[in-house]
């Protein structure tokens, strides 16, 4: 066998299959190892990382974490990329990049450990198209086509991209007819356009247009809550599969086909996997507000209260696990470095900066996205007397300060946000959040 054979036979392409699949959406924050866990538990097919740079994904080591039974990808003691075995094979990483060769020197980097690289050209947030990258791309289809060329060559695992619309259906057809020609395994479209808000009803009537004119699988994106909105995407537009943001943020157990559990459920088990897996108590604490909504009810309250895991685990219930947990590390011998740990949360000190509003849900979907929890009705009776608990101890809190208002116009926009939160004094103090620095 020559070289270029052994090189070739290297390089051989491993394949994943995108026809109907339902995944979970990169999501700023959102996309952690708890929730692609509970994501994949529940029914997704495959999950999606949240967006991560390519220099930071360069920069970072790989790191066989025995204490935790993980794969971590570390910049000094922070956490890029988390995995286990549990995603092997169905997690997509999404790369935040502008760059072809920053793009395959990242991707190379992780290729082991991920199923598939996505390219990010769609997210329209400051912090990703300030640097160049996710919607900045879209009025850039020459660079977009470089760096998926790039990858697709020298990757051994299928690269994908998710777009978003064009100013007309007609350059958004030819843009992707173009991403098609560069050998990608599928292509994601969210059915809004770059200056369109979560608000703004999607155009799903593009989906058809774009499954007409190209062969590659269409991954839909946008407004989909439930599997009723699938069916009503693929009769319009025999597409058939689909990928979810708000409603898994929500409730990650819009996964099931037979139904989602109640919200207390899913934040126990969050709770539960922070402890087991370490995760940094900034970031769970942030997920966990997204999906308990009521940040004035015993378990809101704690929430928002919380500083460490500790502190979200006896908040949801699951305290003992916790300790559980710890005698287990203990037995074996491999307790985390408390001096590496208390280093790991200063530099994720950034990663909750204010206390996240709800997920836009339509109000005729909200109820049935909540799920039926037996617990509502006693978390209710239990609010006031909580209130007034708190007051007790915070030095008489009045009931009609609110704990936390946050006063942003789009959801996870990090720019000049402005919170109002309550002092031991009870005076309400407002003060500028500093802004989230991911690139």
Not at 56 to 64: A, D, E, N
Request: charged share 35%.
């Amino acid at each position: 066998m020559t070289i270029s054979e052994v090189k070739s036979e290297e390089m051989k392409k491993k394949t994943l299959d995108f026809e109907n699949k339902v995944i979970l959406a990169p999501m700023v924050r959102i996309g952690s190892f708890p929730m692609r866990y509970m994501s994949l538990k529940y029914g997704a097919d495959y999950v999606c990382t949240c967006e991560i740079v390519d220099k930071r994904l360069i920069k970072s080591t790989r790191i066989i974490n025995k204490k935790l039974g993980t794969i971590d990808y570390m910049n000094k003691d922070r956490i890029e990329f988390r995995t286990t075995d549990y995603e092997k094979g169905r997690v997509i990483l999404q790369l935040g990049t502008c760059d072809p060769d920053l793009a395959l020197q990242a991707a190379k980097h992780v290729e082991q450990d991920v199923a598939a690289i996505d390219v990010n050209c769609g997210c329209p947030k400051r912090f990703s198209v300030i640097g160049g990258m996710g919607a900045a791309l879209l009025a850039h289809p020459d660079k977009i086509i470089n760096i998926l060329n790039k990858l697709v060559k020298n990757l051994s695992v299928p690269v994908t991209c998710k777009i978003r619309l064009l100013n007309t259906y007609e350059e958004t057809i030819e843009l992707v007819k173009r991403i098609e020609a560069t050998g990608v395994a599928a292509i994601t479209v969210h059915c809004r356009r770059k200056k369109e808000q979560e608000k703004d009803p999607g155009h799903w009537d593009v989906f058809k247009l774009i499954r007409d004119a190209v062969k590659i699988p269409v991954i839909a994106n946008g407004d989909i809550f439930c599997y009723e909105d699938m069916e009503k995407i693929k009769k319009m537009s025999n597409i058939n599969s689909f990928m979810i943001a708000r409603a898994a943020q929500n409730n990650p157990s819009i996964f099931r086909k037979e139904g989602i559990l109640p919200k207390l459920d899913m934040v126990k088990e969050y709770g539960r996997l922070c402890a087991r897996y370490d995760m940094p108590y900034q970031n769970a604490k942030y997920s966990l507000l997204c999906i308990w909504h009521d940040h004035q009810d015993k378990i809101g309250y704690s929430l928002v209260k919380s500083k460490s895991v500790h502190d979200i685990c006896k908040s949801v219930g699951e305290e003992e696990y916790y300790y559980q947990v710890l005698k287990e590390r203990n037995e074996k011998d491999v307790e985390l470095d408390e001096e590496s740990r208390a280093k790991q949360e200063e530099i994720y000190a950034d990663q909750c900066p204010y206390i996240p509003r709800a997920p836009y849900i339509p109000k005729n979907l909200k109820h049935t996205l909540d799920g039926e929890d037996k617990n509502d009705n006693k978390d209710k009776e239990n609010k006031d007397e909580n209130i007034n608990e708190n007051n007790k101890n915070d030095g008489n809190i009045k009931d009609k300060n609110k704990i936390v208002e946050n006063e942003n116009r789009s959801n996870n926009d990090n720019d000049n946000n402005t919170v109002k939160t309550i002092d031991s004094s009870n005076v309400i103090e407002e003060s500028k959040t500093k802004k989230i620095k991911l690139n």
